[in-house]
């Protein structure tokens, strides 16, 4: 539960595990932090916080273009454009969980945007992805009304995007969400016809927002943002070391910038 004076936004310090099934083993696991942001304060954030701006070199900034269609256009805009397209229930608070900029510097493999409608309720969790050939791609999918808040959200969708070379397209991504509290964690299985390939996990727990604890983690967490891409680099360097198959970039993207879940109702 929030304390008085704290905000919906946050920061949540955790880890990231990948456990890969085949064709050979491998398992990695790193330390990391990310904001959940509600986009309704990111403003107020930049003023309240010293080391914490929007669309400005800090320690830690917010930049828009490095989310959505990297366009102008408001974030919370888009993202009300792209519900009312997939016909869901839009109006209410919009949060994204992604790395920050960290010395103007950011790569996020994976920020998850948590959708809801005027009354709260979670209506639709949106993961983008982007890839290290500059490409990003959304998978928007309904929630289902659940019995308890406290279930896990549970999603399903194909796979559209090119992502790692070390996984083939002819996937299928199944999400297990624990959506923010005062701890999140967000559970991805990749299956092909044979059944799992690899699993990942991202476990965090919520800290206050505030300048002592930014600077705590720019601390504790040193360069993270640069060591995400060096991570990156290394762990496909000991994939390639064992032989796992190479799977080349299509050649294109997909045709629209979003996966719909359940598809988008047809236009007359």
């Known amino acids: 539960m929030m304390q008085r004076g704290e905000t919906v936004s946050a920061l949540y310090i955790g880890t990231v595990m990948h456990h890969r099934l085949r064709p050979r083993v491998h398992r990695l696991q790193y330390r990391l932090f990310s904001l959940l942001i509600d986009l309704d304060d990111i403003d107020a954030l930049a003023v309240r916080l010293r080391l914490f701006s929007r669309g400005a070199f800090n320690l830690f ?25 997939a016909g869901l229930a839009h109006g ?13 510097f950011a790569f996020n493999p994976l920020s998850v945007w948590f ?7 979670l209506t639709a969790i949106r993961y983008e992805v982007n890839n290290t050939f500059g490409e990003r791609h959304s998978y928007l999918l309904a929630v289902e009304p659940a019995a308890s808040p406290q279930h896990d959200v549970q999603q399903s969708v194909t796979k559209r995007f090119h992502v790692s070379p070390f996984l083939p397209m002819d996937m ?34 919520r800290h206050a927002l505030t300048d002592a604890a930014l600077l ?7 360069l993270l943002t640069i060591k995400v891409v060096a991570g990156i680099v290394w762990e496909a360097a000991l994939l390639w070391i064992k032989r796992v198959p190479v799977h080349h970039h299509p050649g294109t993207a997909p045709a629209t910038p979003v996966t719909f879940s359940p598809p ?5």
Request: hydrophobic content about 40%.
């Open 172 to 205: 299928q991504y199944a999400f297990r969400v624990n959506p923010p509290g005062s701890a999140l964690s967000v559970a991805i299985t990749a299956s092909d016809a044979s059944g799992p390939v690899l699993f990942a996990v991202h476990r965090a727990t």
């Open 61 to 85: 900034s917010f930049y828009d273009r490095d989310h959505g269609d990297g366009s102008a256009r408001p974030l919370r805009a888009q993202a009300e454009a792209l519900l009312a397209q």
């Open 264 to 268: 988008r109702p047809e236009v007359p």
């Open 92 to 104: 209410g608070p919009i949060r994204i969980l992604a790395m920050p900029r960290l010395l103007g």
């Open 115 to 121: 959708c809801h409608d005027p009354a709260g309720a």
């Open 216 to 222: 705590r983690v720019a601390v504790t967490h040193p």
